[in-house]
């Protein structure tokens, strides 16, 4: 039973404008009857230890600080450079470095290499900044959500829970066998390769696809 994936409500990312609403308030509305099986904030931490290097979950070939925040270990993993590259490119590295909480859905390197060809260029430009922003901000909950919330989640709604994205549009988590799926508002799915990463202001899940809001 994979416990990497996810509960509620992907790298990395978030509008400072979309966050004029209150993110408290903003999370008791997308995590329902679940939100009380969210982890805060110091639950990352073994004993209110900080975890050896040898302890910490590996991304792309690097550990994982669960004492750091989102940004700063993102950019460390060799599999994110295209998100951590999208991520500035919008403007969002200050966001990701607030206080949160956040899950971010992370999408690998191969994930946005699935994109059409030149999808990635054209994003990364800065007459484009406005569309990036909106597919990464898509890729983020204003709430700190374990594999084991979604799961129960999606188990209490009959196999399926939608959650608001910061972007506003939803996405939908369902199961695929042992494995957490997000579907996103065209119906493609992506799936959790790694989840429970957590982070000093949050928590990432590593997804396999990009996924896309209406735009």
């Known amino acids: 039973m994979l416990k990497t994936l996810i509960r509620t409500a992907a790298m990395t ?20 009857s679940g939100s009380d099986t969210m982890m805060k904030s110091g639950d990352a931490m073994q004993s209110g230890d900080a975890m050896k290097s040898g ?36 403007g969002l590295v200050d966001t990701l470095n607030g206080d949160g ?54 188990e209490d709604d009959g196999g399926a829970h939608t959650v608001a994205t910061v972007e506003g549009a939803p996405i939908t988590l369902r199961m695929n066998g042992d494995k957490l799926v997000i579907i996103d508002e065209s119906g493609h799915g992506a799936t959790v390769t790694q989840a429970d990463v957590m982070q ?11 996924l896309m809001p209406k735009l």
């Open 200 to 210: 000093a202001n949050g928590v990432v899940h590593v997804i396999d696809t990009v």
């Open 13 to 32: 990312t978030i509008v400072a404008g979309a966050f004029a609403f209150s993110q408290a308030a903003y999370a008791q509305d997308t995590m329902k």
């Open 101 to 154: 909480p956040f899950t971010v859905f992370a999408p690998t390197n191969a994930a946005f290499e699935k994109l059409p060809a030149g999808t990635v260029d054209e994003l990364l430009k800065p007459e484009n900044k406005d569309k990036l922003t909106k597919i990464l901000t898509y890729h983020v909950v204003p709430a700190k959500a374990t594999s084991d919330a979604a799961m129960k989640m999606i």
């Open 55 to 90: 302890d910490m979950p590996m991304v792309g070939g690097a550990p994982m600080d669960p004492m750091k925040k989102i940004p700063e270990n993102a950019s460390q993993a060799k599999n994110l450079t295209t998100l951590v590259a999208a991520v500035k490119a919008a």
